[in-house]
């Protein structure tokens, strides 16, 4: 029985402009009457009230706009300079003045910042309603997901609550990656599950193309290139001989996305990586080491801090790995701990029971679960904030699986009623 009697045009549609006005209203409501702070930033106004990571990504925007070049960074931002460029976790060069080029973060989401900036001024509504839309189309691509993995009644649902999902809604108000990141990975994931599906390989490369740009928006998606990979080569069946050709020519896709990245930092670092300096964070023993001022690679120094502090290592990743999949953290503010708390109270629990269904019926699942379990594990691992951010890009698939055990659960309750 379908869901909406809507035709799918005018669902997507509604679904985009009820997702639009949503997330406008609510960060409007939220910063005005919750946080009591203004709504909107202007000029400088905008930078006098950057917090934390968000200084990473606003400064060299700012740079590139002012001809200081790409990915730079002005180090008088930080209220100490000399003591940011003696960091031994942090990778400077000098190009001019108070200006250095810098490896902390990937470069994709500074220049989607500075284009934004440049098209609308720099204001708070210049980055907040390209990110709106980015988040709303992000709905409308996991009813495509859904409806690609499983059928459209879950689609319609696990669309709606990526739609209405607080975390995804309040962070499009931030100078940060997630939003941009989730976008990236939801279409690669897409084109890639049904080029495979469909035998289409040009979806798989072109799904391969996004996945790379994801690469440049967050690192953590680079060590998931050997899973998909994988994947890949296991599921794909218009042709056994063709198989390995595909794989690889999706792989070799991938690398030739992140080529001009490394080669920038062979340049500048002398060290061929795509990786960035937050990379090292993963190295909570050795955080003098980086990605790109090491001898050894980033893998073999984490293997090395693991064999050396294994009992340590483990501890606290069984902490962090906890502290993931928990609904709240004791940092949080009280208005966050309530919505958090009620989201995960409403959606883990199913969605737990959707990813063990899952695993028994449907194969078409398993990048979405392999994705679930690496990420949970890759920051139990390495690093987890205690706002819990670091988990936003695995929420949507949680949408998925909830909305898939929900109606997993609903027509079970109609057949012996049918009988």
């Not at 904030?385 to 027509?411: C, H, K, N, T």
Request: with cysteine.
């Amino acid at each position: 029985m379908p869901l909406l009697k809507l035709t799918e045009k005018k669902y997507l549609i509604l679904l985009f402009l009820f997702a639009c006005t949503l997330s406008f209203g609510l960060n409007f409501a939220r910063e005005k009457y919750a946080f009591h702070k203004p709504f909107l930033f202007w000029g400088e106004d905008v930078y006098r009230n950057l917090i934390n990571d968000e200084h990473w990504y606003a400064w060299p925007a700012r740079a590139l706009l002012e001809g200081h070049g790409l990915h730079t960074i002005d180090i008088n931002f930080y209220r100490l300079p000399e003591e940011m460029l003696a960091r031994p976790d942090l990778s400077f060069k000098h190009k001019e003045s108070s200006y250095y080029y810098f490896n902390l973060v990937p470069p994709l989401y500074p220049i989607f910042l500075a284009a934004c900036f440049f098209l609308f001024k720099i204001n708070t509504i210049s980055y907040l309603i390209p990110q709106i839309i980015i988040a709303s189309l992000s709905s409308v691509l996991i009813y495509y997901l859904a409806k690609e993995i499983f059928s459209k009644n879950i689609a319609v649902l696990s669309s709606l609550i990526v739609a209405c999902y607080p975390d995804l809604i309040f962070w499009t108000n931030k100078i940060r990656t997630e939003t941009l990141f989730i976008f990236f990975i939801i279409l690669s994931f897409l084109l890639i599950i049904k080029g495979v599906n469909s035998s289409k390989r040009s979806l798989i490369y072109f799904g391969s193309i996004i996945y790379g740009l994801g690469c440049l928006t967050r690192v953590t998606l680079v060590p998931f290139i050997p899973f998909i990979f994988i994947w890949v080569f296991y599921v794909y069946k218009e042709n056994q001989i063709k198989k390995p050709l595909v794989s690889a020519i999706m792989l070799g896709i991938i690398c030739l996305t992140l080529l001009p990245w490394a080669v920038r930092n062979y340049v500048l670092f002398d060290k061929f990586s795509p990786l960035s300096d937050e990379a090292s964070s993963s190295l909570v023993y050795e955080r003098n080491i980086t990605t790109l001022n090491t001898k050894k690679s980033i893998f073999a120094v984490a293997v090395s801090v693991i064999k050396y502090n294994s009992k340590e290592f483990f501890y606290l990743s069984g902490k962090r790995f906890i502290a993931f999949w928990s609904p709240v953290t004791p940092i949080m503010k009280p208005f966050a701990k309530v919505y958090k708390s009620i989201t995960w109270l409403l959606l883990f629990p199913i969605a737990f029971y959707g990813m063990y269904l899952s695993v028994r019926k449907s194969e078409k699942s398993g990048l979405l679960l392999i994705f679930i379990i690496y990420y949970s594990l890759m920051h139990g691992f390495s690093l987890l904030d205690e706002g819990l951010v670091y988990r936003y890009p695995i929420q949507p698939y949680i949408s998925i699986f909830a909305a898939y055990a929900f109606f997993y659960l609903l027509d079970s309750r109609r057949k012996p009623n049918e009988q």
